[in-house]
């Protein structure tokens, strides 16, 4: 499967941002879906993922209450809606698809290219 994410930009702090990531190739919705995240010098880490159908989700603690992923598998498409933006919320973003509900990098052998989001204070 490949993947482009979409969306990123700069934005001031409180305010809102919405990434998508389009799949296309195999099945899209055979893959859980996951956002991560990489700051400057600092470690790709997990933001969240959604389940095959979109029935269940889970977020880092950091993002919990602020960031929503959702889905739309008739278009090949997934999302997260970040709201309450912080400066410490930039980071090139990453959407990636795994088998499995995991939140470990390695698990996810398909990643889109990743889109910058820059938040101001």
């Known amino acids: 499967v490949q993947l482009q994410a979409s969306g990123g930009g700069l934005v001031q702090a409180g305010d809102s941002l919405r990434l998508s990531c389009t799949a296309s190739?195999?099945?899209?919705?055979?893959?859980?879906m996951g956002w991560f995240r990489q700051a400057p010098g600092k470690e790709r880490e997990f933001v969240g993922l959604?389940?095959?159908?979109?029935?269940?989700?889970n977020y880092a603690d950091p993002v919990k209450g602020r960031f929503t992923i959702s889905r739309d598998n008739a278009k090949n498409t997934v999302y997260v809606q970040m709201n309450s933006l912080k400066p410490e919320d930039t980071a090139v973003y990453y959407c990636?698809?795994?088998?499995?509900?995991?939140?470990?990098?390695?698990?996810?052998?398909?990643w889109g290219q990743g889109t910058l989001v820059t938040v101001s204070s």
């Open positions: 190739g195999r099945t899209f919705s055979s893959y859980v």
């Open positions: 990636a698809a795994s088998s499995r509900m995991a939140i470990i990098p390695g698990m996810y052998p398909y």
């Open positions: 959604i389940s095959w159908g979109g029935g269940s989700t």
